[in-house]
């Protein structure tokens, strides 16, 4: 059995592929390794291939080409229950007719040896660990979804399993206790040190829970590194997009010699920066990314850019401003106490150090270093 001794496992994809019966390519080519210990979150949008590559993990879909290794360990051929793996799924999967203590029994003793006093005993361990102790004899219909959430992730943590694989855990509860299960969930994971792999549609989950993220689309590792490497640093547009609320904004702009101009924009860039994007450029057409809480409002004729006021939206401690930036929105986070008039003209500004350059074509982006920094200097964390 993969992962008998109960501790951590790394976990190595060598070129995974996952073809469906009627040709749909599900995951394509993935490679990847998630260190022993790790909490990793796999985003991207529905249909991005996010729970295929989990269930290939877990045993529930076959590998069509590549290889997933726990350990060392070709997972081909192992059946589910020898992985090593224990799951918790977006429904919890919880045994209406049995009560809080038999779900959480239930696997260890299809799986292990133990006797009816060990397991009780690991049992009840665990439920103190997930403050769930006076539910035991309750059954599923008698609790909340959060506490049918821990019930689900205790019935996890008692088989000790040397992987977690969690498919949006999270997604039937409200935002309040979402917010709450989060915190314990990242608490928890770091007392056991069990490598997690966590999937989720929600990129907040993913910036604040995860040691590193993959970013998938269309079945396609877009980046995989940590939130701030993928937040201030995405390797593409498409990542630069998807990552971020309110999202990035992009605009189309030409080097003119070293300032670039379009879209009302006039911005200089070092030279040598110049230089480099000319020379690694694909089109004359560029993409220029710059995220909402980048952008200063300033007086109109100063900055950038001049843009005129179309909505003001109060998101408590600050303001979202979407602005009019010859014809295309221009959305810019702001403190609560910046609240220009709604057809109001302002200034736009922003530096060269905040900004990113994509390749119209490819996606790439240019200004990162091939050791995978910002070409100029070095980004603060967003606030």
């Known amino acids: 059995m993969i992962g008998s001794d109960g501790s951590a496992a790394d976990i190595e994809f060598d070129g995974v592929r996952k073809v469906y019966d009627g040709g749909e390519v599900a995951v394509e080519g993935f490679d990847a390794t998630v260190e022993d210990g790790e909490f990793v979150t796999i985003v991207g949008p529905s249909g991005s291939g996010k729970s295929t590559l989990l269930r290939m993990i877990a045993g529930l879909e076959e590998i069509t080409d590549g290889d997933i290794r726990i350990d060392g360990e070709s997972v081909r051929g192992v059946a589910p229950q020898r992985r090593g793996i224990a799951m918790v799924f977006q429904e919890y999967a919880l045994y209406?007719?049995?009560?809080?203590?038999?779900?959480?029994?239930?696997g260890l003793k299809l799986t292990t040896d133990l006797s009816a006093d060990e397991i009780d005993e690991r049992v009840e361990e665990t439920a103190a660990m997930m403050g769930i102790e006076?539910?035991?004899?309750?059954?599923?219909?008698?609790?909340?979804?959060?506490?049918?959430?821990?019930v689900a992730t205790g019935r996890a943590i008692v088989r000790d399993p040397q992987i977690f694989l969690m498919d949006e855990p999270l997604?039937?509860?409200d935002a309040k206790?979402?917010?709450?299960?989060?915190?314990?969930?990242?608490?928890?994971?770091?007392?056991?040190?069990?490598?997690?792999?966590?999937?989720?549609?929600?990129?907040?989950?993913?910036?604040?829970?995860?040691?590193?993220?993959?970013?998938?689309?269309?079945?396609?590792?877009?980046q995989f590194g940590t939130?701030?490497?993928?937040?201030?640093?995405?390797?593409?547009?498409?990542?630069?997009?998807?990552?971020?609320?309110?999202?990035?904004?992009?605009?189309?702009?030409?080097?003119?010699g070293a300032t670039l101009t379009g879209e009302g924009i006039a911005l200089d860039v070092p030279g040598g920066v110049a230089d480099r994007v000319r020379s690694e450029a694909s089109a004359s057409t560029l993409r220029l990314g710059i995220r909402p809480e980048d952008i200063d409002v300033?007086?109109?004729?100063?900055?950038?850019?001049?843009?005129?006021?179309?909505?003001?939206?109060?998101?408590?401690?600050?303001?979202?401003?979407?602005?009019?930036?010859a014809g295309a929105e221009c959305r810019v986070?702001?403190?609560?106490?910046?609240?220009?008039?709604?057809?109001?003209?302002?200034?736009?500004?922003?530096?060269?150090?905040?900004?990113?350059?994509?390749?119209?074509?490819?996606?790439?982006?240019?200004?990162?270093?091939?050791?995978?920094?910002?070409?100029?200097?070095e980004r603060e964390q967003p606030a």
Not at 181 to 194: K, N, P
Not at 301 to 325: H, I, K, P, Q, R
């Open 333 to 377: 986070r702001v403190p609560s106490g910046v609240k220009p008039a709604l057809d109001a003209e302002v200034g736009v500004d922003f530096a060269a150090s905040d900004i990113h350059l994509f390749d119209d074509a490819t996606g790439h982006n240019l200004l990162l270093t091939d050791d995978g920094r910002h070409l100029v200097g």
């Open 134 to 150: 006076d539910l035991l004899d309750d059954k599923p219909a008698q609790l909340s979804g959060g506490q049918q959430q821990r």
């Open 171 to 173: 997604s039937n509860l």
């Open 298 to 325: 300033v007086d109109p004729g100063d900055g950038v850019a001049t843009a005129t006021v179309d909505v003001v939206e109060n998101a408590g401690s600050d303001n979202y401003l979407y602005l009019d930036l």
């Open 227 to 256: 939130p701030e490497d993928i937040y201030e640093r995405p390797a593409n547009e498409f990542v630069a997009d998807f990552i971020g609320s309110p999202a990035m904004n992009f605009f189309d702009v030409e080097l003119d």
């Open 177 to 222: 206790l979402k917010v709450h299960m989060r915190t314990e969930l990242q608490r928890l994971q770091e007392d056991l040190g069990t490598t997690t792999i966590y999937v989720t549609h929600d990129q907040e989950e993913a910036l604040t829970m995860s040691d590193r993220i993959v970013v998938l689309n269309e079945g396609e590792l877009q």
């Open 96 to 106: 209406p007719h049995m009560t809080v203590r038999k779900n959480m029994a239930y």
